[in-house]
């Protein structure tokens, strides 16, 4: 048999070797997106480097114990509120931090005015020390027990997310996490779903609580009603203090979550038996 041609093929020798399916560069794209480098890392030189290589990467993607990462954000929340001696009609701010694997709220600190390094400092540090209840001597403890809940969630974070603002770019917020041992990290610009546990709980307070509440704003669909949230505001700052420590203490720590097993407290509770805090 003579040399096939340039361009030509030899039908025995495709006969006689193995039949090869045609890849296409999708397939390889897809094939390559399943590389885990964390696995990969963590096999190779054991968890604690891989989570310091991977930080930013692991923060808003897995976790598998409790502080291993939390989540802070701000919300404005959908309600006007009587403030001070004059009960001027307000608008509250609400900064949460939540921890990713149990869903646990940890902090929370309400103001009214805009969020700040300070607010966030304020937030650190009701996270991380130990909690009691500021209602212990409070008369409506008696009607509503919930008051006197004490928050078991305390600790200090290996990794603590948070926005991307010029406010918080601070020295002083760099310099208290460098000196706790927490990896800072800033979430990319218009990336909600980077801080996706704390923003769900934001967006859940507001249509479960806030929004059932006079003065509410209704997340402004109020046209067409017979109904002026600024002119019917009656809760007072007060007041407003204590659902929120209801609804994000207790009521939040027992309620289930939906895809995860257990409870914010119950996930709690295992995970620290294994990881004690620090």
Same mark, same amino acid.
């Given at each position: 048999?003579?040399?096939?041609? /340039? ?10 070797? !193995? ?12 094939? @390559?997106? #399943? ?10 030189w054991?968890?604690?480097?891989? &989570? ?15 502080l ?19 009960? &001027?009609?307000?608008?509250? @701010? ?5 921890d ?5 709220? *940890?902090?929370?600190?309400? /103001?009214?005015?805009?969020? /700040?390094? &300070? ?17 212990k ?9 919930? +008051? ?7 600790g200090? !974070? ?7 603002? +010029?406010? *918080?770019?601070?020295?002083?917020? #760099? ?14 610009p218009?990336? $909600?779903?980077?801080?996706g546990?704390?923003e769900?709980k934001g967006?859940v ?7 059932? +509440? ?6 402004? #669909?109020?046209?067409? +009603? ?9 809760? /007072? ?12 203490? &207790? ?5 289930p979550?939906?895809?995860?097993l ?12 294994? @990881? $004690?805090? #620090?």
């Amino acid at each position: 048999l003579s040399a096939p041609e /340039s361009g030509a093929v030899c039908i025995d020798s495709v006969a006689a070797g !193995p039949r090869l399916l045609k890849v296409s560069y999708e397939t390889v794209r897809r094939i @390559w997106k #399943r590389h885990d480098r964390y696995e990969e890392t963590k096999a190779r030189w054991g968890r604690q480097v891989a &989570e310091k290589k991977e930080a930013a990467r692991l923060a808003g993607a897995r976790t598998t114990r409790a502080l291993q990462r939390v989540e802070i954000d701000h919300f404005r929340l959908d309600i006007h509120v009587r403030v001070g001696k004059r009960f &001027e009609v307000r608008r509250a @701010w609400l900064t949460l931090a939540v921890d990713h694997y149990t869903g646990a709220i *940890l902090a929370w600190t309400l /103001s009214f005015v805009a969020p /700040s390094v &300070e607010t966030v400092l304020a937030t650190l540090r009701v996270l991380v020390l130990p909690k009691t209840s500021p209602y212990k001597d409070d008369p409506d403890s008696k009607e509503f027990p919930g +008051l006197l809940w004490e928050s078991p969630f305390c600790g200090i !974070p290996d990794v603590v997310v948070v926005d991307n603002g +010029l406010e *918080l770019q601070s020295k002083g917020l #760099r310099e208290a996490c460098a000196r706790l041992g927490i990896i800072l990290i800033f979430a990319p610009p218009r990336t $909600p779903w980077y801080k996706g546990v704390v923003e769900r709980k934001g967006g859940v307070l507001n249509v479960q609580l806030i929004h059932i +509440l006079k003065g509410s704003t209704l997340a402004g #669909r109020t046209e067409g +009603l017979d109904y002026d949230p600024k002119g019917d505001a009656c809760i /007072s700052e007060s007041d407003l203090r204590k659902l929120l420590y209801l609804y994000l203490g &207790e009521l939040n720590s027992i309620a289930p979550r939906r895809g995860k097993l257990g409870t914010p407290l119950e996930r709690w509770n295992q995970s620290v038996r294994v @990881w $004690p805090i #620090r």
